[in-house]
């Protein structure tokens, strides 16, 4: 395996413990990434059942996800029921000793099971929780279902997506919403235990799965608020600025090029062949680009056509204008940019052979993440957890297996 870090290298949240009982994906790849870190992340499931990403995805011969196998590296597995009297106990022992505890349920539901936060926080003032939900923990909508599609739509991501004369489409992955609150979850960790370390309490982190598409969104917000402008659906086009889109090519593919300034499209002028296009009467400035948006498109499109894509590469870079492949996945596993980064890691496991998956990110020089482990097999650990640990005996865990409490 090749990975940013090597065992036994120092990992910066080496001393961090980390409970997570959410499911699917935001809690989870939350915690996933302070686990790649070095944090000691317990993944909570339900006995029996676990989790709900385990059988998400392609399932292999062994009964694995993709998804889990790599979305919940690094962690290990106990199960155990909350909603049990005697589970919450339990969880309650382990939030003792605890830093950080990870949730995705709808807003209540810990609660109800006399989990929530002024419970844990009392036997742990120093805990850091986070809470991801559709909506977060307050407004009139905090109790509503969400999911990353949600997200996307509420969010107002999708309404972006696609061509004005057609339908929104999903914006390339119904989770991505999922995926950018489990950063801005682990962003919002470091920020807490930074807090800690000065006031010497927790505090929690709230996150609403359509908040963090909102975030993402550039000038839409201000825009409207400035002006009343509605930006609508533009294909692949970028509102402000043109050239900036997807362009076929002669040997069926697709380039993107992005002339975000005047100077760079004078540039791609030049590699065109056409400098008079770059004249200040023509389309040498934004504003006249922009009055005759279509035009300047049909035009660029018309070039690129005539060209294989790795003429165009070679034409773009040598006239320093912005540009890259539209790649689809067999083409990313082949391109060597990708295996100098090595953004992509092969991991031995028993149970799959040889999987490749995503590298861990960011990338740091001194105290790099690495991948440890693909996802653990349900209540892997429970004898760590509740033998070593909480000093169960053997008998006891026996019973609260036959009890379904683990």
């Not at 990870?102 to 002024?118: H, I, S």
């Not at 119904?174 to 927790?202: E, F, H, N, Q």
């Not at 533009?234 to 697709?254: A, C, E, I, L």
Request: charged letters at 25%.
């Amino acid at each position: 395996m090749s990975a940013n870090g090597t065992p036994g290298q120092l990992r910066p949240l080496d001393d961090i413990f980390v409970i997570d009982v959410s499911s699917f994906l935001a809690g989870p790849f939350c915690s996933t990434q302070l686990a790649e870190f070095g944090a000691e992340v317990v993944k909570i499931e339900l006995p029996k059942v676990g989790d709900a990403l385990r059988k998400f995805g392609t399932i292999t011969p062994r009964g694995d996800s993709l998804p889990w196998l790599s979305e919940c590296r690094n962690k290990k597995s106990i199960t155990l029921d909350l909603r049990t009297p005697e589970g919450a106990a339990l969880v309650k022992r382990l939030v003792e000793k605890a830093d950080v505890f990870v949730e995705n349920f709808q807003p209540g539901t810990l609660e109800k099971w006399g989990l929530g936060w002024d419970v844990l926080s009392a036997i742990n003032p120093r805990l850091v929780m986070v809470r991801i939900s559709g909506y977060g923990q307050t407004g009139p909508y905090r109790d509503r279902p969400g999911f990353g599609r949600i997200g996307n739509a509420f969010g107002g991501l999708s309404f972006l997506a696609g061509f004005p004369d057609r339908p929104p489409v999903t914006p390339g992955s119904a989770t991505i919403p999922d995926y950018l609150s489990g950063l801005y979850g682990a962003l919002g960790v470091m920020l807490a235990l930074k807090a800690r370390d000065k006031t010497g309490r927790g505090q929690v982190v709230d996150i609403g799965l359509y908040e963090t598409i909102f975030r993402i969104l550039d000038e839409l917000a201000p825009k409207f608020a400035f002006d009343g402008y509605v930006r609508q659906r533009m294909g692949p086009g970028t509102v402000n600025v043109v050239p900036h889109s997807h362009y076929p090519t002669k040997d069926k593919r697709w380039i993107a090029i992005a002339c975000t300034n005047d100077k760079i499209f004078a540039r791609l002028a030049e590699a065109m062949k056409a400098p008079e296009l770059a004249d200040s009467s023509r389309w040498g400035l934004l504003k006249n680009r922009e009055k005759e948006r279509a035009a300047v498109d049909d035009y660029v499109g018309n070039w690129t056509a005539q060209h294989d894509r790795a003429d165009l590469l070679k034409m773009c870079e040598a006239a320093q204008v912005p540009c890259g492949p539209v790649y689809s996945i067999d083409e990313i596993f082949a391109d060597p940019q990708y295996a100098a980064r090595e953004n992509i890691v092969t991991v031995d496991d028993a149970r799959v052979g040889k999987l490749s998956v995503p590298n861990v990110m960011p990338r740091l020089t001194e105290t790099p993440g690495r991948i440890d482990r693909l996802g653990p097999d349900m209540g892997e650990h429970n004898a760590e957890f509740f033998g070593k640990r909480l000093g169960l005996s053997q008998a006891e865990i026996e019973r609260l297996q036959v009890a379904g409490v683990i």
